[in-house]
């Protein structure tokens, strides 16, 4: 999304929890209310952002949508069923809400990504540092980037171990093979990451 999309959503969604006068004991209650999210940036007075929302927050979604799938194809993701190709109901279903298949037996291990790098001396190679907490990783495995917002499952080409002497611990490095710039600083920008990412045989 654009900066100005993001700020439309943000309104939108804060206009919708703020509800209306009707829905408070007094005036001044609202008043304080939307005073409280103006001052958090939650709503704006932006006519160039109010502008997107104009036709209501449905055909704001649908706009959007539109407009990032037609720029950026290459950058969204469709969760198909490998049975029947058709679309599943969320981007990490692994059940087909169609014809019932499932394919959890797909995914080999979770991966809890701590931090995400790239060296000079392996040119389009991204290395993901972090701990197994289920399963067995393999060479030729893929890791699952659509959880990160890459619309995209590379295939890993190298498994190591990075050495922490002094916390007398190691860490598993995933290395595989990356050779767009922008998704590489995105992924090496997104930190730690709560939830552990999923490795697909």
């Known amino acids: 999304m654009t900066e100005l999309e ?3 959503l943000r309104h939108s969604n804060s206009m919708f929890k703020l509800m209306t006068p009707e829905d408070y004991n007094s005036i001044e209650s609202y008043k304080k209310r939307v005073k409280i999210y103006k001052d958090r940036n939650l709503i704006t007075d932006d006519p160039n952002t109010l502008r997107l929302l104009d036709k209501g927050r449905e055909e704001f979604y649908i706009k959007t949508a539109a407009r990032i799938f037609e720029e950026t194809p290459d950058k969204i993701f469709f969760n198909y ?4 190709n058709q679309l599943a109901r969320t981007p ?3 059940q087909c809400k ?4 499932s394919w959890h ?3 080999k291990a979770n991966f809890k990504v701590n931090k995400v790098i790239e060296l000079q001396s392996r040119p389009n190679s991204v290395f993901f540092i972090g701990d197994i907490k289920s399963g067995t990783i393999s060479i030729g495995n893929k890791i699952d980037l659509t959880f990160l917002g890459v619309a ?3 295939v890993i080409n190298s498994i190591d171990f990075v ?12 290395g595989v093979y990356i050779d767009n710039e922008t998704e590489k600083e995105y992924l090496k920008n997104r930190g730690v990451l709560a939830i552990p990412i999923i490795i697909e045989g």
């Open 81 to 84: 069923c490998p049975n029947c």
């Open 6 to 8: 993001v700020d439309a």
């Open 163 to 174: 050495d922490h002497i002094a916390e007398r611990r190691a860490e598993v490095s995933l």
């Open 98 to 101: 169609h014809c019932g298949h």
């Open 152 to 154: 995209d499952k590379p």
């Open 105 to 107: 037996d797909s995914i």
């Open 92 to 94: 990490y279903a692994r």
